[in-house]
């Protein structure tokens, strides 16, 4: 009786397809194909393969950055220095391959500097309870003003024969792509079924409810920053690694492209949902929309105005959801 009544409330194939179908995830889905086959009917260089290889090959460490990014905004809070954070890492994974040091340490360190620097947001978010927005906006001005005034915007050339690692090509897919698509799916299977991963959506959701069952609120934050400065840096790595030179300045606007991925992904910007699914085809959308700008002769300038309308509409259906839910409980 029992396995009858359970069989008889498992929802059906169809039941699963259609509720993806009309998930934040799903809607993004279909958006990237549509997008794909429209521009791609008016302009077959759309489809080219180097064209294909640049939207992806060129943009996964956005996505790996929104992965980090996606958990901080879920746990109520926001980074708004990762890009020049990224900017650093990789000149400092630059710097050390061009004075001769071993690759691996190229590739790590950052990462670990990375861990560091996101370690002092957390802990001033977390302890010493200063609005997030505060800390990473003053770290922002710091790295920023820190990178231009030690490197002066020079370039770093003559980078070591093997140093490109995000242009691998195991099995024929660039290994930028492949990070892209192994740290989406490991860090969604941790935030969906770990103990840690689900104490991260009720500190967001309600951080009192979370604290009288018995989460640390506050240890909880702090780990989640430490995590998305791992994210920061491999993104660092991905970025200093795609081409044969480094840009010594922070990539324009990078922090709006991580954090416009991350909400448009479906992460609400009051916290406590969203998935990191979510945000990496977000992140392909986005680069997607700016590709087919150029193909179809509009200004990429306007890419900007579309960012701040997705961003517009995604932030206005969750409010719409939330208020749904509000009235059925």
Do not use: C
């Not at 480094?246 to 949902?273: C, D, K, R, Y």
């Amino acid at each position: 009786m029992a396995a009858s009544v359970a069989l008889a409330s498992s929802p059906t194939l169809s039941t699963k397809l259609r509720r993806f179908v009309f998930s934040q995830e799903g809607i993004l889905l279909i958006a990237i194909v549509v997008l794909f086959l429209t521009v791609g009917a008016y302009n077959q260089r759309f489809l080219s393969a180097n064209n294909l290889s640049s939207i992806f090959l060129g943009n996964a460490y956005i996505a790996v950055a929104a992965i980090g990014m996606s958990m901080v905004i879920v746990s109520g809070n926001i980074d708004v220095s990762v890009g020049s954070l990224i900017g650093v890492l990789a000149v400092i994974s630059g710097t050390l391959a061009v004075n001769g040091w071993p690759l691996w340490l190229a590739w790590t360190l950052p990462i670990l500097v990375g861990m560091a620097v996101s370690a002092v947001n957390g802990w001033l978010v977390a302890y010493m309870r200063v609005p997030s927005i505060v800390v990473t906006l003053g770290m922002l001005s710091i790295l920023k003003g820190g990178l231009i005034s030690v490197t002066a915007g020079a370039w770093i050339n003559n980078l070591p024969d093997g140093y490109q690692l995000a242009q691998l090509r195991p099995l024929g897919v660039p290994m930028a792509v492949w990070f892209m698509i192994v740290l989406t799916a490991l860090a969604a299977f941790w935030m969906r079924y770990s103990g840690f991963g689900r104490s991260i959506y009720a500190v967001g959701g309600n951080a009192e409810a979370a604290r009288l069952a018995g989460i640390d609120r506050k240890r909880t934050v702090f780990i989640v920053f430490i995590i998305h400065g791992f994210f920061a840096g491999i993104a660092a790595i991905l970025f200093a690694t795609q081409l044969s030179v480094i840009q010594s300045t922070v990539p324009p606007n990078l922090e709006l492209t991580v954090i416009t991925a991350s909400v448009v992904g479906g992460v609400s910007i009051l916290g406590g949902t969203g998935t990191v699914i979510g945000s990496t085809f977000a992140a392909i959308l986005i680069a997607a929309i700016g590709s087919s700008l150029v193909f179809i002769n509009v200004s990429p300038y306007w890419l900007r105005a579309v960012q701040g309308l997705l961003i517009l509409l995604t932030v206005l259906a969750d409010l719409a959801r939330r208020k749904k839910r509000a009235r059925h409980r």
